[in-house]
């Protein structure tokens, strides 16, 4: 298949508008018309990666983490990020990353945490703002039905756990259309009143082009009238970090039994224990220091992320235990995530995961 068909799938499901301001996630090496059969997973794309994509037949890399992060201005081989972009662009290798925005959804890497460490009741922690936004159309009464239909089938009017959600309001709009116009009701020149629905309806922002298109599709007028308004709103399906509780509370040493187990970690650098049952549970695969604050005012008694430094620790303050358990240690699972999403939407695409250990991090034990 064309690479664009693996990545839009990817971004209907993770949307690239999800990621955070420093992330590059999405397409970095590629053309996104090239044929692919076969794609390879990682967390990290680095050099062996590349081999190894080149030695088993794979055209394209899907890798958690972007190779580039910031722009790159010269292409001489001396870093190992130039090396694997150069690489990649010599042996026809496609490069894509999913990265921030897979963090950020509620069946993405937070969520294979929560599942992995037997979390109930999961949800976001920090949830994202302005990724709502809001349409208002006005349609004559016997194409109401039709338009919403569109609408709701494009994508719009989902609120939580409710679907086909919009307000309507009957009144009367009005029109004159000039010479060149050939209006759906009414004369030319002469001003025409019609009772019109007023629908609003909520829409995620990375649909907007294909609601609107469905909205000009459906409507019968010539001349569409909308408005399209910026919502505040927080997006409580999408956002940073998860949190959730255990079916039965742990003390704090069995809990942390339970995570070097599940996560398959050699070490967990934690924050003073506080004697207490554990029982709400945040997590933030890789570094989630950021979200401390937030795992405190939800409640949780454990935040399990990585990437803590010395001074970072002593924000627990006494209120939760801090568990570090390593970037790759708490990333790990989203190989198989990524693989089990491709494999369910194309189940005769040929997928792989990497047989390269890509943590650069090493425990002299
Ligand atoms: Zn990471």
């Known amino acids: ?22 992330d590059n996630s999405g397409l970095i090496v590629g053309n996104p018309e090239q044929e692919v059969s076969q794609a390879l997973i990682s967390l990290d794309c680095t050099e062996a990666v590349v081999d190894e994509a080149i030695a088993t037949g794979c055209q394209v890399i899907i890798s958690h983490h972007p190779i580039v992060f910031k722009g790159i201005k010269k292409f001489n081989g001396k870093t190992y990020v130039e090396r694997v972009v150069e690489k990649a662009i010599r042996k026809g290798i496609a490069i894509y990353a999913i990265h921030t925005n897979l ?19 999961s949800r976001i922690l920090l949830p994202k703002h302005n990724l709502i936004k809001k349409l208002v ?10 338009v919403r239909d569109a609408l709701f089938a494009a994508g719009a009017g989902n609120i939580g756990n409710y679907s086909e959600v919009s307000f309507n309001a009957e009144g009367t709009g009005t029109f004159k259309g000039n010479d060149a116009a050939t209006p759906y009701v009414g004369e030319i020149g002469k001003r025409h009143k019609e009772d019109e629905i007023r629908i609003e309806t ?18 019968p007028y010539e001349e569409v009238a909308y408005d399209l308004y910026n919502l505040t709103n927080q997006h409580q399906q999408v956002g940073s970090g998860m949190i959730g509780e255990l079916e039965m509370p742990l003390n704090e040493e069995s809990f942390l039994f339970h995570v070097k187990d599940k996560m398959r970690t050699h070490v967990i650098r934690h924050t003073k224990l506080l004697g207490k049952h554990v029982k709400k549970v945040a997590v933030c695969g890789g570094s989630g220091g950021f979200l401390l604050k937030h795992a405190i005012a939800a409640g949780a008694d454990v935040f399990i992320t990585a990437d803590y430094k010395y001074h970072e620790f002593f924000d627990a303050e006494g209120k939760i235990v801090i568990a570090d358990i390593g970037h790759f240690e708490s990333e790990q699972f989203t190989q198989q995530l990524l693989y089990e999403i491709i494999r369910k939407k194309f189940p005769i695409f040929a997928v792989r995961l990497t047989e390269v250990n890509t943590n650069p991090v090493k425990y002299f034990i």
């Open 1 to 22: 298949m064309k690479l664009s068909a693996l990545t839009a799938y990817l971004e209907s499901l993770a949307p690239l508008n999800y990621q955070e301001d420093y």
């Open 103 to 121: 963090d950020s959804i509620m069946t993405g890497v937070n969520a294979r945490i929560c599942e992995t460490l037997g979390l109930k009741n």
């Open 137 to 146: 159309t006005y349609v004559p009464l016997n194409h109401a039905d039709t």
């Open 202 to 219: 909520v829409y995620p922002a990375n649909l907007e082009s294909k609601i609107l298109m469905a909205l000009i599709l459906a409507h």
